[in-house]
């Protein structure tokens, strides 16, 4: 079993930046890669940004990827987002995922391939 923990999320003006974070526990070592999905009112969840256990590759959803960094440390077992230039279309719950496995066709954003959710943590962006 892995344990996910976010944080870091809040109410924040436009333009400002975020950093979430991700706190592992568990059998992390069975964790192939991470994920950050969000979800606001009424829409479906939609993949923001994912990186692999080794952090030796990430992908980044096209509506975003020119403001979020996706990281992972090493030492502390957790997965950051950092996100800058927030918009109020940002606003939504946050949530990052685990998966153990990465199959041929396998893609990050698939969220349905991921196998542990954390409880989410909410950013407002007021404007």
């Known amino acids: 079993q892995v344990q996910l923990v976010e944080s870091g999320g809040g109410l924040v003006q436009a333009g400002a930046s975020l950093r979430l974070s991700c706190a592992t526990s568990?059998?992390?070592?069975?964790?192939?890669?991470m994920g950050w999905f969000r979800q606001a009112p009424g829409k479906e969840r939609e993949f923001v940004a994912g990186?692999?256990?080794?952090?030796?590759?990430?992908y980044y959803a096209d509506s975003v990827k020119a403001r979020v960094t996706i990281s992972r440390a090493n030492a502390e077992n957790t997965v950051y987002l950092q996100i800058n230039s927030l918009k109020p279309e940002d606003t939504a719950v946050y949530y990052c995922?685990?998966?153990?496995?990465?199959?041929?066709?396998?893609?990050?954003?698939?969220?349905?391939?991921?196998?542990?959710w954390g409880q989410g943590t909410q950013v407002t962006v007021s404007s």
């Open positions: 568990g059998s992390f070592f069975s964790i192939y890669a």
């Open positions: 995922a685990a998966r153990r496995q990465w199959n041929t066709g396998s893609k990050f954003y698939t969220w349905n391939e991921y196998d542990y």
């Open positions: 990186i692999t256990w080794s952090a030796s590759s990430s």
